[in-house]
């Protein structure tokens, strides 16, 4: 359980034409503070934020090795990060750690999981 939840009962109005939702439904919802469309986006997991900045973990010069390289970040959900500058589309990025080998993303518009996209940034994480 999350004890940073917080449940409010509150009364709106949708439409409803469809019939899909009927009294007494729950949901979840979340408020879309600001948004960007067309940015490039990487996992939030392949930065850092340090006190001189924040870094984008990338393949290093030698096989199975990493770096960092500064970024400007925009911005952020609970998985991605909108980048501003220091990365271009078709560079890699270091996600994490698998069977103690690096997993590498590759930052590229095609495939099913483009890396452009619509942004929005959520109240409340």
């Not at 270091?94 to 940034?121: D, F, H, Q, W």
Request: charged share 20%; aromatic share 4%.
């Amino acid at each position: 359980m999350n004890n940073d939840v917080v449940l409010y009962q509150v009364l709106i109005k949708v439409d409803n034409e469809a019939g899909h939702l009927m009294d007494g439904m729950s949901t979840q919802v979340f408020f879309i503070e600001a948004q960007a469309k067309d940015v490039l986006t990487i996992p939030l997991a392949a930065i850092s934020e340090r006190p001189r900045g924040t870094v984008a973990y990338i393949p290093g010069p030698d096989i199975g090795s990493r770096a960092t390289t500064p970024v400007k970040i925009g911005l952020k959900n609970r998985t991605q990060v909108e980048i501003v500058s220091g990365l271009s589309l078709n560079d890699s990025v270091i996600v994490g750690r698998e069977n103690g080998a690096n997993s590498e993303k590759s930052i590229s518009l095609t495939g099913s999981s483009s890396s452009r996209g619509p942004m929005g940034g959520r109240r409340g994480f």
